[in-house]
């Protein structure tokens, strides 16, 4: 499994949010795709939060190709306050427990 977690903060989060909403369909419709989770921060009113999960790295390549990944990055960077963070990891998937 490959995931991916990107941090940044944005100067209008409401639309970040919106948009990330607007595409996560998309997203989680493409191939590989495990799961697209986005979050606001609880203590920073500028922060969010997306983590991916994905079958392997090459889907997640597939998806920083896709129409989805150019959209969220006209809407998302001018507004991003900072450089974003991505911190991706190759991980075995122990158990899921329900």
Known sequence: MFIAILDFKATDRPTALAQLDEEGDRVRAMPGNVAFRVY??????????????????ASFAGYLRSGSFARLGEVLRPMMVEAPVSRRFDADLLETVA
């Open 40 to 57: 606001a921060s609880r203590a920073d009113d500028a922060a969010v939060a997306v983590v991916h999960e994905w079958d392997d790295e």
